[in-house]
Nanobody
Framework: QVHLAESGGGSVQAGGSLRLSCAVS????????LGWFRQAPGKEREGVAT???????VHADSVKGRFTISKDSAANTLYLQMNSLKPEDTGMYYC???????????????????????WGQGTQVTVSS
């Protein structure tokens, strides 16, 4: 059983920055495909970024150049550094994890495994104009 706990959300003005953290426990950390998703009010949950077991990262086009996913293996923590925030980045941000073998960890594959993902409780990000 994987346990995920997000923190770091808050309210900022457009152009500001936030760093989200996700503490991962309950599973061999190195064997997990990890990612960040977000859900705006009235919209479907969407993938933001993923971090593969070999360190490969994928970022959604909407956040490329502004957001960076990273991992601290010693601390078993996944991060999402968010810079140049926009009002459209507002939403609940969720950490997600899945274990699979011989499959690349990307937003597309995490969506394909959606029903088997482990989720955190989410952390709210609000960006005002």
């Amino acid at each position: 059983q994987v346990h995920l706990a997000e923190s770091g959300g808050g309210s900022v003005q457009a152009g500001g920055s936030l760093r989200l953290s996700c503490a991962v426990s309950g599973y061999s950390y190195r064997g997990l495909c990890l990612g960040w998703f977000r859900q705006a009010p009235g919209k479907e949950r969407e993938g933001v970024a993923t971090f593969d077991r070999d360190g490969t990262t994928v970022h959604a086009d909407s956040v490329k150049g502004r957001f960076t996913i990273s991992k601290d293996s010693a601390a078993n923590t996944l991060y999402l550094q968010m810079n140049s925030l926009k009002p459209e980045d507002t939403g609940m941000y969720y950490c997600a994890a899945v274990s699979f073998q011989q499959t690349a960890c990307t937003i597309t594959t995490m969506v394909a495994y959606y029903n088997t993902l482990y989720w955190g409780q989410g952390t709210q990000v609000t960006v005002s104009s």
